[in-house]
T-cell receptor
Framework: AQTVTQSQPEMSVQEAETVTLSCTYDTSENNYYLFWYKQPPSRQMILVIRQEAYKQQNATENRFSVNFQKAAKSFSLKISDSQLGDTAMYFCAFMKAHSGNTPLVFGKGTRLSVIA | DTEVTQTPKHLVMGMTNKKSLKCEQHMGHRAMYWYKQKAKKPPELMFVYSYEKLSINESVPSRFSPECPNSSLLNLHLHALQPEDSALYLC?????????????FGPGTRLTVT
């Protein structure tokens, strides 16, 4: 079974600063996908960024980037130039790379507060 | 249109009631999902429909009954629920199955069982 661990229940960052959210996972699979989802207060969950395990290059999406360390089974999210709208719960998630339906396995989440 | 809509937004029901949650998407997605999210917890997958057929049932109690009448619509029928079933119920959809396709989430229905 796959597990996803987010060791930081809550974090805060000053506006315009950089923050890194940690995520580790455990799996015996060799090919899989990792995700960061953002769930703002009372708003819809959206996909922030996705990483394919067989790709060595770290994924980036504008101010969001990941540090994927496959051997260490680590997948951290870096948010640069933090904005007030980044305040949300962030979930790290894992999915096996099968063509059919396989469940998303979520971590417990990190609540990020961006302070003005 | 990249929107998944869910109705109602809030629902309060007694343990003997029968109610239904509705989810709709018009993005042409062929996979639809129900998740349950307790307060301050991550979402937990309940059901997956792929091409209108149930493909995953994560050992959900029979008091929850999913239905996919067509490719745009997903229902969750509720009967004889328990107070511990109170949670945010999220619907999601994706173009296809598997990790290659982004899941789009709805805003959820907040259910309270009294």
């Amino acid at each position: 079974a796959q597990t996803v661990t987010q060791s930081q229940p809550e974090m805060s960052v000053q506006e315009a600063e950089t923050v890194t959210l940690s995520c580790t996972y455990d799996t015996s699979e060799n090919n899989y996908y990792l995700f960061w989802y953002k769930q703002p207060p009372s708003r819809q969950m959206i996909l922030v960024i996705r990483q394919e395990a067989y790709k060595q290059q770290n994924a980036t999406e504008n101010r969001f980037s990941v540090n994927f360390q496959k051997a260490a089974k680590s997948f951290s999210l870096k948010i640069s130039d933090s904005q007030l709208g980044d305040t949300a719960m962030y979930f790290c998630a894992f999915m096996k790379a099968h063509s059919g339906n396989t469940p998303l396995v979520f971590g417990k989440g990190t609540r990020l507060s961006v302070i003005a | 249109d990249t929107e998944v809509t869910q109705t109602p937004k809030h629902l309060v029901m007694g343990m003997t009631n029968k109610k239904s949650l509705k989810c709709e998407q018009h993005m042409g997605h062929r996979a639809m999902y129900w998740y349950k999210q307790k307060a301050k917890k991550p979402p937990e997958l309940m059901f997956v429909y792929s091409y209108e057929k149930l493909s995953i049932n994560e050992s959900v109690p029979s008091r929850f009954s999913p239905e996919c009448p067509n490719s745009s619509l997903l229902n969750l029928h509720l009967h004889a629920l328990q107070p511990e079933d109170s949670a945010l119920y999220l619907c999601a959809s994706s173009q296809g199955s598997g990790p290659f396709y982004e899941q789009y989430f709805g805003p959820g229905t907040r259910l309270t069982v009294t």
